[in-house]
């Protein structure tokens, strides 16, 4: 069965916020503010109490590229994939002790059920074991911001698969020939 594809950050995000059971929130300028935020999407750190998770793409290499051509009833068909590691960043920050006090439950939600369906539907997986939590809190200075960052990787799969015209049913048969 073919997997949709989607940015596996965009899944990490979606499975956060619903394992955390985090909710959207407008800010006093009538703004809808996502508890979390993918980086470089020019926000402001949310100054009211909640929590709020930050992730942020370090790296990716490709692993795997294949690209198969199959017969099908609609004409030739050609499949191209792509296996990738990314390198991601969490921050989980707040004005007040939820980052500290909640951080551990972003962990355990790489690991919960919802994420194993997403994952399944996404064909992505989530490294069971990410880093260490570090305590970045100083960072922001004197705003005392309570913040912690981590990293894991993920591996994903992106497909693309598209019909060919049909002129490449019409090659030759291959000849090989060998010197010896």
């Known amino acids: 069965m073919d997997s949709p594809t989607r940015e596996p950050i965009l899944v990490l995000a979606d499975i956060i916020k619903t394992e955390l059971e985090l909710e959207d929130t407008v800010d006093l300028k009538g703004n809808t503010i996502s508890p979390v935020l993918i980086y470089?999407?020019?926000?402001?750190?949310?100054?009211?109490?909640?929590?709020?998770?930050?992730l942020l793409y370090m790296g990716n290499k490709a692993i795997g590229n294949n690209n198969y051509v199959e017969d099908t009833e609609g004409g030739m068909q050609e499949t191209q994939e792509l296996a990738m590691t990314s390198l991601i960043q969490i921050d989980v920050m707040s004005q007040n002790t939820e980052a500290r006090t909640r951080k551990d439950e972003v962990v355990m939600a790489l690991?919960?059920?919802?994420?194993?369906?997403?994952?399944?539907?996404?064909?992505?997986?989530?490294?069971?074991?990410?880093?260490?939590?570090?305590d970045a809190s100083d960072i922001e200075g004197t705003a005392i911001l309570n913040r912690f960052v981590m990293t894991l990787t993920i591996f994903s799969i992106s497909r693309k698969i598209k019909v060919l015209d049909s002129y490449y049913t019409e090659f030759k048969p291959v000849e090989v020939h060998v010197n010896e």
Request: proline share 5%; net charge positive; glycine share 6%.
């Open 40 to 54: 470089n999407q020019k926000y402001d750190i949310p100054t009211l109490k909640g929590l709020y998770i930050v």
């Open 111 to 134: 690991r919960s059920i919802y994420a194993q369906q997403k994952m399944d539907e996404y064909g992505m997986r989530i490294a069971s074991i990410p880093a260490t939590w570090l």
